[in-house]
């Protein structure tokens, strides 16, 4: 037996070689996008009006309501308690209440920012 074995076909290795080249290319590709919009966010304008529908906590944002049983505005989201002036009795928001001026129209209530 002096050599009469065949070597591979080198075209169809070629071929998976390169079709697995190109399949991992994508694949960084398609992963690379996310990660590229989360590392550099599009850059966010601020709206043309300063009108709101709702007063949010000074924590995280979270929508705060009036409760009756205690007496004073409360956020659910971390027991966060302000007075109705929107001074923070207690919890983790770490200032006052924003000021708003409200406007009520016929069918809807409109705060704004106060200035």
């Known amino acids: 037996m002096t050599g009469d074995t065949k070597p591979p076909d080198r ?11 190109t399949s991992i290319g994508g694949l960084l590709v398609v992963m690379g996008i996310p ?21 949010t ?3 995280l944002a979270c929508t705060v309501q009036y409760r009756e049983d205690i007496g004073h505005i409360w ?3 971390h ?10 009795i207690s919890g983790p928001p ?11 129209t016929a069918d809807q209530i409109v705060v704004s920012k106060g200035t």
């Open 94 to 104: 770490p200032r006052p209440l924003d000021q708003f001026v409200v406007n009520e």
């Open 35 to 55: 990660v590229s919009r989360y590392l550099i966010p599009p850059e966010a304008s601020e709206s043309a009006t300063a009108t709101v529908r709702l007063a």
């Open 79 to 88: 027991n966060g308690h302000f007075d109705l002036n929107g001074l923070n």
């Open 57 to 59: 906590c000074t924590h």
């Open 11 to 21: 075209s169809r290795r070629g071929f998976l070689n390169w079709l697995l080249g």
């Open 75 to 77: 956020c659910a989201c």
